[in-house]
């Protein structure tokens, strides 16, 4: 099932370049996928895909100017790799456009990129149909254990991306968001007990 998208929501991804909206299209298939297969609205889980990457086209030095605008805290690793804050900047954008109220909606386009430890369903559904589109296989050669994680349990997917792109930043010397080590850290513990 599709959602109904807003007008303001239908504007911001017409203006979006090509290859970034077919992205947008891609992650939404995965995303009603793998919500029905967690019996999760796949229309929610639809309006979040189509929502999460409505800033990923802004330059980072935007990114920041607009995080500041917004009143968005900017930690140091995001001001190194500004490209981090486009999910915070396009929740916060979403928020002014009053076209979107769910906050799971809001929470799953804002924390997309990094996964927060309360992530709800829907968050975490879209969170890893982003990670999942067959255009990333090159830069994540570890999505057919995300995929299979993912099937069985959404924290188990969740994880087993974190798992390995925390190894691939490791040994690339790249920065880890800090709110992405505290995800893996709060599903290693509640995946334990
Ligand atoms: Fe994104
Ligand atoms: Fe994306």
Known sequence: MTAHLPQSLTARLDALPDGLRAHVE???????????????????????AAA?????????????????????PVNAVERAAPILLHGPVGAAWLREDGAIDDPEVLEGVHWHTTAHPDLAPVGQVVFVADKLDPMKQKAYPFQPEVRAAANRNLHEGVLAFLDGALRTHVERRELIHPMSAETRNSLLIALSC
Do not use: C, S
Not at 26 to 42: K, Q, S
Not at 53 to 62: E, K, L, N, Q, T
Not at 66 to 72: C, K, N, S, V, Y
């Open 26 to 48: 891609r992650v939404r298939g995965i995303a009603r996928e793998l919500a029905m297969t967690h019996a999760i609205d796949p229309a929610t889980a639809d309006l979040t």
């Open 52 to 72: 999460h990457d409505v800033a990923r086209h802004i330059p980072g030095r935007m990114l920041i100017e607009e995080a500041e605008r917004l009143g968005i």
